[in-house]
Every structure is written in structure tokens, then in C-alpha cells.
């Protein structure tokens, strides 16, 4: 599984951190501080939980290979 995030959108409100800390980081400005990243198996629920957790919706979850 990979998360992608369209960083351009992001307004920094560290949702995403306070869903999945181990997965969303931020940089010193507290917006995301990364676009693309490869997720291990046993960060995959928290990376989802992240991703449904950004009201901006710039997460996007790809090659998951549950439907949740
Ligand atoms: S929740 Fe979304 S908009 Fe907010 S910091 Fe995280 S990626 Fe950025």
C-alpha cells in the first residue's frame, strides 16, 4: 500500500498527525512533510484512518487491497 498526498492542498491542521502519528509527520511548519510514501503492512489501519481524517481530502490510498 502507498499513500499519496497532494501537498499543495494541505492547510496544516494536523489532523492526519493526530489520527496516524506514525504515518502522517510534519514538518516545522505543521503541514505534511512528505508526498509519496510506501506503507508497512502493520501501519496500513492507521494510514486509512489518517487519510479519512483530513477534512482537506488531498490522501489518497492506493493499491489497498481491502475495500474499507
Ligand atoms: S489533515 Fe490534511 S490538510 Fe491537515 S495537515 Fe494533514 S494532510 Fe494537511
Given at each position: 500500500m502507498k499513500v499519496l498526498v497532494r501537498k499543495q492542498g494541505c492547510v496544516g491542521h494536523a489532523r492526519c498527525?493526530?489520527?496516524?502519528?506514525?504515518?502522517?509527520?510534519?514538518?516545522?511548519?505543521?503541514?505534511?512533510?512528505f508526498t509519496e510514501k510506501e506503507i508497512p503492512q502493520d501501519l496500513e489501519a492507521?494510514?486509512?484512518r489518517g487519510a479519512r481524517a483530513c477534512p482537506e481530502r488531498i490522501i489518497t490510498i492506493i493499491g489497498d487491497g481491502e475495500s474499507a
Open positions: 498527525a493526530a489520527a496516524a502519528p506514525e504515518v502522517y509527520k510534519l514538518d516545522e511548519s505543521g503541514y505534511i512533510d492507521q494510514a486509512r
